[in-house]
């Protein structure tokens, strides 16, 4: 008789999503933040609970739909193969934007180590486009298992949040957020510019929905594991960000490109600054490593589905396919080369925006995606159902359309013009097909 495999529960499903949340993207936020003073924490506020409605919506899809590909199975279910394609195209370009986000970043704690960096905004993004270089090289490699390393780099990329976001409000100073309102927009602008910067650090939230094949009463503890890990790694998120601009003047933090080594060096001294900055950027650069092996991944899934040019489902010996990770890489590049003059906080800002806006279509499209379902099948489901699914669905289609009002014109032209580069690939396939 076989042996069933193992299954996991509710606190093992809310480490994982906890660890796929927590990534690199908090590490510059505080410095982001800070233009907007005491008012960015009602933008956190308000991406908690979009956050949580999102997460709810892919917490029942993953039920409805059993396809991989998530979010991009998820609008093709509901959608047809135009939504589908659309969102994993911009989930692809979220990656590699991303990808140059992340390697900014860890740039910028870089400079804790070699301060020229602050200064000299060619030779960051030079350094930032390197790093990038030198992990495409590692992954074109091979896989092989990291399972320490990944628990040393999750380790390290949580405790400076843990450490500022308790032991740091011993030295908070109130006066930091006063005025509540440092920008020039009026609070409720200002609120909503927050919100959308600080759903950069929830991004890949869907990433975190486990197979329900593997999980102890799905039904049950996907939701529940998904809201747990989601408001746990809030709280982290919420009072770092608190400690840091209580420990930081406003005007010294937006100008910062370490912000938690800057205030843990004016907590605990030098032994601090270095310590939390290698931590983030081992963090970072851990980061890095992974999500440059899924820029590869997610065309290579298109190309099987015949969305997606079939070179991009070539793979090399050892299993890599090598043109999605160059092609992105080289895409990336050129992204930190074209905002290197912006210097590092500013061009992370750019960058991470423009990560953000490609991602919220796949939130937009698959948050209507259930409530297609119900139309398509009316057989199916009953007017309760409907009515649940709604109340869900609705409020996550309504917070994500919300968010991209908070991206501004410009990213939103680039975000725009992105999108619709993609058109002529799935012209070009459904053509040859």
């Known amino acids: ?35 907007y003073g005491g008012i ?14 999102i997460a709810l919506v892919f917490s029942r ?29 911009g989930y692809w370009i979220s990656i590699w934007c991303g990808n140059a986000a992340i390697s900014v970043a860890g740039v910028g704690y870089l400079s804790v180590f070699f301060p020229a960096l602050k200064e000299n905004n060619l030779l960051s993004a030079l350094l930032a486009i390197a790093s990038i270089w030198i992990l495409t090289y590692v992954n074109t490699k091979s896989i092989k298992s990291v ?9 390290l990329k949580i405790l400076p949040l843990l450490l500022l976001g308790t032991f740091g ?25 927050t919100a959308a910067l600080t759903l950069w650090a929830f991004l890949g939230l869907e990433s975190a929905t486990i197979p329900s094949d593997k999980v102890i009463n799905p039904g049950k503890t ?13 709280l982290m998120y919420v009072s770092s960000t608190i400690a840091i601009m209580g420990i930081i003047p406003p005007a010294e933090l937006q100008h910062s490109a370490a912000p938690f080594a800057d205030a843990a060096q004016k907590v605990w001294g030098n032994w601090a600054y270095h310590l939390i900055a290698l931590g983030a950027v081992i963090s970072c650069f851990g980061a890095l490593n992974g999500w440059i092996l899924l820029q590869g991944q997610l065309p290579m899934a298109a190309a099987r589905d015949n969305l997606f040019p079939a070179s991009f489902k070539k793979v090399s010996k050892k299993g890599i396919p090598i043109i999605g990770i160059f092609i992105a890489s080289v895409l990336a590049s050129i992204l930190v080369g074209m ?27 698959s948050s209507l995606s259930e409530l297609m379902l119900y139309f398509k099948k009316k057989k199916s489901y009953n007017r309760k159902k409907l009515i649940t699914a709604s109340l869900i669905s609705i409020p996550a289609f309504l917070y994500s359309l919300w968010a991209i009002t908070g991206l501004g014109l410009e990213i939103i032209i680039w975000g725009v013009i992105l999108l619709a580069a993609g058109i002529p690939i799935f012209v070009w396939m459904k053509y040859k097909k």
Request: glycine share 10%.
């Open 1 to 35: 008789m076989s042996k069933q495999p193992a299954k996991i529960g509710f606190w093992l499903s809310t480490s994982l999503v906890v660890g796929n949340m927590t990534g690199s993207g908090i590490f510059l936020l505080p410095a982001l933040l800070a233009v």
């Open 40 to 53: 960015s924490l009602f933008g956190w506020l308000f991406t908690v609970i979009g956050s949580i409605f």
């Open 61 to 89: 899809l993953s039920k409805l739909i059993t396809k991989a590909g998530g979010p991009y199975a998820y609008s093709r279910e509901g959608f047809g193969d135009f939504a589908g394609f659309l969102v994993i195209w």
């Open 147 to 155: 399972g320490v390393v990944q628990l040393i780099t999750t380790i």
């Open 169 to 193: 409000f011993i030295y908070f100073n109130s006066d930091h957020f006063s005025p509540l309102n440092l920008s020039e927009m009026s609070n409720f602008k200002a609120v909503t510019a």
């Open 222 to 234: 996907i939701p529940r594991a998904t809201i747990a890990g989601l408001l746990i790694a809030a």
């Open 339 to 365: 905002n290197f003059s912006k210097g590092l906080i500013s061009m992370f800002n750019f960058i991470i925006m423009l990560a953000t806006l490609t991602c919220l279509l796949p939130y937009l499209l």
